[in-house]
């Protein structure tokens, strides 16, 4: 039973920063990428960004440059390093892990609210 346990999530004024980790029940190296996901309300789930297990990484374009995806192998975690964070931001953050060729699995989220 793969488990993906997010935490780090809260309030924070426009402009400043969070990290939110995505602790990950085996090897995060055995998936192929681990992934943010964030959902507002009335909106679709949408990538954040990505990680593959061979480092390459992407970024919806709404959060280049302010945004960085990491991850401690030996911990088997994965980090979402939020800086400059706008209103926008506001949603509810999910980790994701992606094993081909058809696990898919998710963590229970963790809301980022950020006040103007």
């Known amino acids: 039973q793969v488990q993906l346990v997010e935490s780090g999530g809260g309030l924070v004024q426009a402009g400043g920063s969070l990290r939110l980790s995505c602790a990950v029940s085996?090897?995060?190296?055995?998936?192929?990428?681990m992934g943010w996901y964030r959902q507002a309300p009335g909106k679709q789930r949408e990538l954040v960004a990505k990680?593959?297990?061979?480092?390459?990484?992407n970024y919806a374009d709404s959060v280049k440059g302010r945004f960085t995806i990491s991850r401690d192998n030996a911990k088997n975690t994965v980090y979402l390093q939020m800086n400059s964070l706008k209103p926008e931001d506001t949603a509810v953050y999910y980790c994701?892990?992606?094993?081909?060729?058809?696990?898919?699995?998710w963590g229970q989220g963790t809301q980022v609210t950020v006040s103007s």
């Open positions: 994701n892990a992606v094993k081909w060729p058809m696990g898919n699995y």
């Open positions: 085996g090897s995060i190296l055995s998936f192929n990428s």
């Open positions: 990680i593959t297990n061979g480092g390459t990484t």
